[in-house]
Nanobody, 131 residues
């Protein structure tokens, strides 16, 4: 029903940029507008919300990435993007694309998607930022 595949991760020096992509295949005849988000999980830490697009199309960001990261989606190609600028070593993590069929605004998506039993996840893509 839902298949997500991330790409675009890699190694970059601090201050550099990367763009992550998530190819989303969502077969749902209900017409529900899924909330879409990027999460990350640094080594030894819990998964945290990075950026989200809510069911209403509006966006929200985690505090640590505001002003540096931009989430967007190409609905025609079913691709979710995360443009990451001014990368810092603290951004090093496995980055995951996520989709949830529950109707929710972006700020709520960042808070609840990680623990929601109906969230679909990609396999992740590694981002490593060196100082």
């Amino acid at each position: 029903r839902v298949h997500l595949m991330e790409s675009g991760g890699g190694s970059v020096q601090a201050g550099g940029s990367l763009r992550l992509s998530c190819a989303a295949s969502i077969k749902d005849a209900s017409g529900i507008q899924y909330a879409m988000a990027w999460f990350r999980q640094p080594p030894g830490k819990e998964r945290e919300g990075v950026a989200a697009i809510g069911s209403d199309g509006l966006t929200d960001y985690g505090e640590s990435v505001k002003g540096r990261f931009t989430i967007s989606q190409d609905n025609a190609k079913n691709i979710l993007y995360l443009q990451m600028n001014s990368l810092e070593p603290e951004d090093t993590a496995m980055y995951y694309c996520a989709a949830n069929p529950l109707r929710m605004p972006a700020f709520q998506a960042l808070l609840v998607m990680a623990s929601s039993p109906v969230t679909f996840w990609g396999q992740g893509t590694q981002v490593t930022v060196s100082s």
